[in-house]
């Protein structure tokens, strides 16, 4: 059973830091096959993405609002993806997900490309 478990969450003031953390398990292939990718969900809104990894983790893609700011990585010897958040604002704050799918899913933000979610983590930012 594949299982992704968030870590890292909390409350910081506006212009701080946070590191998410995401632990994969269960995976039917080596974790060094698949995309791995967090996304983000403030409430009343829809669930949007901020950043995707190749599966080497060479390739990486942002979401225009945390460029700059955010940075994802990978430990394919640990199976965990990492966000590491700097510059926080009050608008990033939602429940942050990890999600994991085949190469192809890091094409494109689509979230039925990701079959595997974790329960998410929650960010708030004050102001």
């Known amino acids: 059973q594949v299982q992704l478990v968030e870590s890292g969450g909390g409350s910081v003031q506006s212009g701080g830091s946070l590191r998410l953390s995401c632990a994969a398990s269960?995976?039917?292939?080596?974790?060094?096959?698949?995309?791995m990718a967090w996304f983000r969900q403030a409430p009343g809104k829809e669930r949007e993405g901020v950043a995707r990894i190749s599966s080497g983790g060479r390739i990486t893609y942002y979401a225009d609002s945390v460029k700059g700011r955010f940075t994802i990585s990978r430990d394919n010897g640990k199976n965990t993806l990492y966000l590491q958040m700097d510059s926080l604002k009050p608008n990033d704050s939602a429940v942050y997900y990890c999600?994991?799918?085949?190469?192809?899913?890091?094409?494109?933000?689509?979230?039925?490309?990701?079959?595997?979610w974790g329960h998410g983590t929650q960010v708030t930012v004050s102001s």
């Open positions: 999600a994991t799918g085949p190469p192809y899913s890091c094409f494109t933000w689509n979230r039925d490309n990701f079959p595997y």
């Open positions: 269960g995976l039917i292939y080596s974790y060094n096959t698949y995309c």
